[in-house]
């Protein structure tokens, strides 16, 4: 049997990521958190997760388990494993640690976390999640980042369910 991919070793706990942080965050460095299913990477995901980075010194995604993103997103959701999504993520070298996530919204991961910077997708620009209300308690940052025009998750099961190029 093969050995895990290094890059697997990006995968922590939330345990296992405070202890891999602590050090990190005492020699000043920032973090920008971020959340949410990544069910399909796309390039939408991709440059979402590049222009994150950017903003801090440190960028950790907390992904959505299968059993929340199967009470998001309703059934036949996700496509691909929590594991074999955080996996992917991690090979990404703008991202330095994943983390699954299990409950309906990423405000404990935020609380536990306290980045300086949280940021979600455009999309809620008009309607903040509700982990914005957390960010501004705990002092955060929060952030929308710019969408990628025609590109989500959604859109590209649609074409592949009607057998359309992508």
Do not use: W
């Amino acid at each position: 049997m093969r050995s895990l991919p290094r890059f697997q070793s990006k995968v922590l706990t939330l345990p296992e990521l405070l202890e891999a942080l602590t050090p990190r965050r005492i020699r000043g460095e920032r973090l920008v958190l971020t959340n949410g299913c990544f069910d399909l990477l796309h390039l939408g995901h991709v440059q979402y997760l590049a222009d994150a980075a950017e903003l801090a010194e440190l960028l950790v995604i907390g992904l959505n388990s299968d059993a929340s993103v199967q009470q998001l997103k309703g059934p036949g959701r996700p496509l691909v494993p929590q594991h074999e999504r955080a996996g992917v993520l991690a090979a990404l070298a703008v991202v330095d640690y994943v983390t699954i996530f299990d409950t309906p919204t990423a405000e404990p991961l935020l609380a536990a976390l306290r980045p300086e910077i949280y940021v979600k997708g455009g999309d809620y620009a008009a309607q903040p999640p509700p982990e914005a209300a957390l960010a501004a308690r705990l002092g955060t940052e929060f952030r929308t980042l710019a969408l990628v025009p025609d590109s989500s998750t959604t859109g590209l099961l649609e074409r592949i369910r009607a057998g359309l190029p992508s």
